[in-house]
């Protein structure tokens, strides 16, 4: 639970996207496009609907002539290329209507409980139009600038949970459909990446006419979503400490299952193996202009030569060859490298690690109200505990209370700004727990140790968010990075790339230390393919590229 290792997580078989396409496919869900009105010029209105086993849902795409002046990735951005919503059901003409004077002016709209999520995206605009142009003429795009890209429109926000009128989570939790993380979400971006085909299509059948081609299947399937990520995520995984305990316990949990094997079969071994191998094609084809990334990427390469050459002897055929080489990789290999390998070496058991996936998911209103009963001894017990690795921070000194986060008032949306030069301390959000728990430990060693927690917080109820929070902790071994949230070093780029690896993204090309651009569903099935092509095959590039 240090930020420089979740910084180097990979995907995994536990990633969202790859959860909800194996459902989606298990389950035989039907997808089909009722709607697709859109003029030559690229401007109309699409429709994507999705029928399971018991309820269907509809994506709902607005294209939009957006001006190249006005084409902006930031969160303040008020016009984009298409906008997104995903509905309960299908939607008629009515709200069709009504989601046509709100969708598109996204935060500055409303949508209603019948809708999941609020989205956006963007072209690529020089490979949407390499795409566009190649397909209008009756040619295939080149397949080494869909490698340099690897998507066709990035989104900017994907909006669910209860934003901007959308219904709220306790709405669908217990839906098989959504069972686990981030589930509707996914599904919007899964759809959106069929609209982004069908849009270049359309635009080049406008163009090129009856000599108009359509995408290869192989380079389509290369095309995933982009998506720009910024400060807005990374609080996350400080807000939610049981809900990252339950993704990090499956990980681990998933982990631990395979190291104890005794032996691994004929088959497991070479899908390892090739895995090994496609894994280096996919770091090899990473895109990144940031010194910091590039710096792992080339270790990561290396780490890949390193676990090659021990790969080639009789290493996997030993006794417990999974632990031997965990085992192995932490002596040997960087964190890119280690996090790399955990990943590989679940790929080959889906039969004893899949069901975890839907352990992955927390009721965070249980133990909300903190128990005033407890005995101060024993929150203080419970404090050394959970933060006893805060002893080796100095928070006298400067470097380690740099950073504050707060809220925008423009945005509503998290910042971290620079303490001791910006007059922004007034309005310092609670997400430094380490800096916090040391102050709370440090009051708590002034009262009686019997007196009762309740008694304590009446006096200090700048400790309230702390005592709750370490309750809540107690039984979450994966609940609180442990590292401090506000040191002038701490990479944001740290807590997105963690997230983000749990959603399924890859290709983390970070911009500054504070946003970053991933690639989502790259080689993953699109909904034409779902019966014939395993998207659990789909999670490393093949080793034949176009």
């Known amino acids: 639970m240090r930020l420089k290792r979740m910084g180097c997580f990979h995907q995994s078989r536990l990633s969202f996207m790859r959860v909800l396409l194996r459902r989606l496919r298990q389950e035989n869900w039907q997808f089909d496009r009722p709607v697709f009105e859109v003029d030559e010029k690229g401007v109309g209105i699409a429709t994507y609907r999705a029928k399971g086993p018991d309820r269907t849902y509809t994506l709902v795409a607005f294209a939009h002539d957006l001006p190249d002046e006005k084409r902006s990735d930031r969160v303040i951005a008020d016009a984009w290329d298409a906008t997104f919503t995903l509905v309960d059901g299908e939607p008629d003409e009515t709200d069709i209507r009504r989601l046509s004077q709100n969708v598109p002016l996204q935060e500055a709209g409303r949508i209603s409980g019948r809708e999941f999520v609020l989205s956006r995206a963007n072209k690529s605009v020089r490979l949407f139009d390499h795409v566009l142009k190649a397909l209008a003429s009756g040619t295939q795009p080149d397949p080494s600038e869909i490698e340099n890209v690897g998507y066709l429109m990035r989104t900017t926000a994907v909006y669910g949970s209860g934003k901007f009128g959308a219904a709220d989570r306790s709405a669908w939790a217990d839906r098989p459909e959504f069972s686990g993380s981030f589930q509707p979400e996914l599904l919007s971006v899964w759809l959106i990446r069929c609209f982004a085909i069908d849009w270049v299509e359309h635009l080049a059948s406008v163009k090129g006419g009856s000599k108009a081609a359509k995408l290869d299947p192989v380079l389509r399937r290369r095309l995933g979503i982009g998506n720009s990520t910024g400060l807005g995520m990374a609080p996350f995984l400080i807000n939610h400490p049981t809900l990252i305990h339950a993704w990090i316990n499956a990980r681990e949990t998933a982990l631990a299952r395979v190291c104890e094997l005794q032996r691994a079969g004929p088959a497991e071994q070479a899908k390892f193996l090739e895995l090994v191998k496609r894994a280096r094609v996919n770091a090899e084809g990473w895109q990144t202009g940031h010194d910091h990334q590039k710096a792992k990427v080339a270790c990561l390469l290396k780490d890949i030569d390193g676990l090659e050459k021990i790969l080639a002897g009789d290493f996997l055929n030993q006794d ?64 050394e505990s959970v933060y006893g690795w805060t002893r080796d921070i100095d928070f006298d000194a400067q470097k380690a209370n740099a950073r504050v986060w707060y809220t925008s008032e423009e945005k509503l949306e998290p910042r971290l700004g620079e303490r001791f030069e910006e007059d922004i301390e007034p309005y310092e959000q609670p997400l430094s727990p380490a800096r916090d728990a040391v102050r709370l430990k440090q009051d708590l060693e002034t009262w009686n140790g019997a007196s009762a927690a309740a008694e304590f917080l009446m006096a200090h109820p700048e400790h309230r968010h702390m005592v709750r929070r370490i309750q809540k902790l107690k039984l979450c071994t994966y609940g609180e990075i442990r590292d401090n949230t506000i040191d002038a070093k701490m990479l944001p780029i740290d807590l997105l790339r963690c997230k983000l690896s749990f959603f399924g993204a890859t290709k983390f090309d970070p911009r500054s230390d504070r946003w970053v651009r991933i690639t989502m569903y790259q080689d993953a099935p699109y909904p034409d393919e779902l019966a014939t092509v395993d998207p659990d095959d789909c999670a490393y590039p093949p080793l034949e590229t176009v």
Do not use: C
């Open 320 to 383: 417990f060859p999974w632990s031997r080489l965990l085992h192995w990789a932490q002596d040997n290999l960087g964190f890119e490298g280690q996090e790399q390998l955990v990943s590989l070496m679940l790929e080959p058991y889906g039969e004893l690690i899949d069901d975890l996936a839907q352990t992955m998911h927390s009721d965070e209103t249980a133990n909300f109200r903190i128990d005033g009963t407890m005995k101060i001894a024993e929150l203080g017990e419970a404090v």
